[in-house]
């Protein structure tokens, strides 16, 4: 059995006490996040009080380090995998449901949708934080029968090329305009953060944010690791962007059906099926239910989010009721730099 070093203060234990000891890989992957926990880069959090920065991306010490790791040591990918990838404050919550309710839409009647009465996390697995709870997890998906929805945060270049090569998953990315998704992170992140830690003010959050220092940023070189991965592989990658889907929602659950080899009937489209899915899932509709206005989320073992937080105000371009000129300019200007010559424009 191999000699573990002392782990650092930031270091999540809690596969120590866990039976497969026995196992040499896992115990290999266990010793490669410590030693990426005692010897890499330690940055400001914003949820948590530290983010570690690792092959090119800053990542919370536990859920996401942790997930990264064993997606990249253990995670089995099949071809018929499809994941929806995005950066946190983007749209996940509403692509998650629009993605459940369109691949699902023969199986349920409308009137009594489980969306209705779950969670829009509760769908389907978050892969970053449910693959590294334990190995039973691992086995978990290794006997879920295809094709398999699931979820992830991990910038593109981190995946393993299990995943991202050409045989590999079918990928679903949401970007959004980066001043809405940094105010959005804001306000969500302080009602996460721990008492214990002083409020994390928006001028603050700015410089981190710019820096590149939040949860798996930076924000754009996350996004653009997906958006030429969807230029290489543009059968592998859908690439959407949120105020597309907020300006038309129709035409985009069209191209999600399309992308997820379930395009609409004509029968359908004259029932008003597509219709249907967005109204269901739309902010109204969503965020006024029972189920995301009373029950929370448990991502780990660490992270519990009441299902409220995730719907604030769904709009397009709020970041300016918070921002000021100068911080609008600077953001501009830094998103200018970061996408020259890629070709990708931000909504607006
Ligand atoms: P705001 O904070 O700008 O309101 P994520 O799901 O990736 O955590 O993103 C959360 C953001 O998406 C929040 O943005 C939230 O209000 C918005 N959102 C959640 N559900 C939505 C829906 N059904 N339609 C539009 N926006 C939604």
Redesign the pocket.
Same mark, same amino acid.
Request: proline fraction near 4%; hydrophobic fraction near 35%.
């Given at each position: 059995m191999a000699d573990f070093v002392a782990p650092s203060p930031l270091c999540d234990n809690t596969l120590e006490s866990y039976d497969e000891k026995q196992d040499l890989d896992l115990q290999r992957t266990l010793e490669r996040y410590r030693e990426t926990l005692r010897s890499f880069p330690i940055g400001k959090g914003w949820m948590t009080e530290h983010l570690v920065h690792y092959q090119g991306f800053w990542l919370a010490p536990k859920a996401a380090l942790k997930g990264v790791i064993w997606i990249q040591d253990r995670f089995k990918a099949r071809p018929t995998d499809i994941v929806l990838a995005?950066f946190?404050?983007?749209?996940?919550?509403?692509l998650r449901?629009l993605i459940f309710a369109t691949i699902n839409r023969t199986r349920y009647d409308f009137s009594k949708h489980p969306l209705l009465t779950t969670g829009p996390h509760d769908c389907f697995p978050f892969l970053d934080a449910y693959i590294y709870e334990n190995d039973q997890s691992v086995s978990n998906l290794d006997a879920s029968p295809s094709p398999r929805l699931l979820s992830t945060h991990i910038p593109y270049t981190l995946l393993p090329d299990s995943m991202t090569n050409s045989s590999g998953c079918s990928f679903i990315y949401i970007c959004r305009n980066p001043k809405?998704v940094l105010?959005?992170k804001w &306000?969500?992140m302080n009602k996460l953060r721990p008492k214990e830690l002083p409020p994390l003010s928006l001028q603050e959050a700015f410089e981190l944010f710019c820096q590149g220092i939040s949860h798996y940023g930076p924000y754009w070189d996350h996004v653009l690791g997906y958006w030429n991965g969807s230029l290489e592989t543009p059968t592998k990658i859908l690439f959407l962007k949120y105020e597309d889907l907020?300006k038309e929602p129709l035409a985009v659950v069209k191209r999600l059906a399309e992308f997820l080899g379930h395009p609409f009937s004509l029968e359908e489209e004259s029932m008003g099926v597509i219709q249907e899915i967005v109204r269901l899932?739309?902010?109204e509709n &969503?965020s006024n239910l029972e189920v995301n206005r009373t029950s929370a989320q448990k991502f780990s073992r660490d992270i519990i989010v009441d299902n409220r937080h995730?719907?604030?105000?769904?709009?397009v371009g709020?970041s300016e009721n918070y921002l000021t000129a100068e911080m609008i300019e600077r953001l501009d200007e830094i998103t200018a730099d970061k996408l020259i010559g890629s070709g990708l424009i931000f909504g607006s």
């Open positions: 995005t946190p404050k983007t749209g996940t919550t509403w449901a809405d105010v959005s &306000l969500f907020k899932c739309s902010f &969503l995730f719907f604030r105000k769904g709009q709020d």
